[in-house]
């Protein structure tokens, strides 16, 4: 009985060709300092502070009202600011024309980058809830209804940090990606509830899809309030809007 060893050229099957792309992704953030800051030390760090030193006034619940902005500042820093930079400056580089030119496609690098941060998110998510936990945070709410907040804030994010990276030169990208990540995290609703905020403003602010993403996750998990159409929404018609100029004006190279 002979072995055959010819070689047997061709490329590996779709998905696994996506998952590899993908695994290659979250490794290289999880290495990058900048990227681990953005979506772990920033939002734990925030959440310990605000949760233990009455700095802001939430009332005695202050790890109830702080958990869900600080998931809506956790997927904000993957899904939108990390995303945008890196992606931004492989474009610069011509890693991402390469990329498409090989047998993973865009269509499979755009589908590995979007497994990539969800696995970073999971992460993310894990040890916020694990530290809020510790802290005394009690969650309420239906879990689905989280789930599906969160899915349409990481489209939403995702589809305009897209259109950073796709549009603006890397520079530009880092800078402007910077800007929005420091002006959301002040009024975002994130750290402060927006019901801290006067009533005209608060009204205008809702209207962004970090206070959405915020104000959605607040309803349920801290007083399990049923499901917030308003903020699913105005998340909805953002993660449209974003996904569709992403799509139509992501240049490649």
Not at 21 to 28: I, S
Not at 36 to 56: C, E, K, Q, R, S
Not at 194 to 219: C, I, Q, Y
């Amino acid at each position: 009985m002979s072995l055959d060893l010819s070689p047997a050229p061709g490329a590996a099957p779709p998905v696994r060709r996506v998952l590899a792309y993908a695994g290659l992704e979250l490794r290289q953030q999880l290495r990058n300092g900048e990227q681990l800051l953005l979506t772990l030390v920033i939002p734990v760090g925030a959440l310990v502070l605000f949760a233990t030193v009455p700095v802001l006034r939430h009332g005695a619940d202050r790890v109830d009202a702080l958990t869900p902005g600080i998931m809506a500042l956790a997927v904000m820093s993957t899904a939108f600011t990390g995303q945008a930079i890196a992606t931004g400056f492989e474009r610069r580089y011509g890693a991402l024309k390469r990329m498409g030119a090989t047998p993973l496609g865009r269509g499979g690098l755009l589908a590995g980058k979007t497994l990539a941060v969800l696995a970073v998110e999971l992460l993310q998510l894990a040890v916020i809830c694990g530290v809020a936990a510790g802290l005394g945070w009690r969650p309420r709410g239906d879990v689905a209804v989280v789930v599906l907040l969160l899915v349409l804030g990481t489209a939403t994010f995702s589809g305009f940090g897209l259109l950073l990276a796709g549009t603006l030169r890397a520079e530009a990208t880092l800078a402007t990606a910077n800007l929005v990540y420091v002006v959301l995290l002040v009024v975002g609703g994130i750290v402060l509830p927006l019901r801290t905020f006067p009533h005209g403003l608060a009204t205008a602010l809702r209207a962004l899809p970090v206070n959405a993403l915020a104000e959605g996750l607040r309803a349920v998990l801290e007083t399990g309030a049923g499901f917030p159409f308003t903020d699913v929404l105005v998340l909805a018609a953002w993660a449209a809007a974003g996904l569709l100029l992403a799509s139509r004006t992501f240049r490649w190279e």
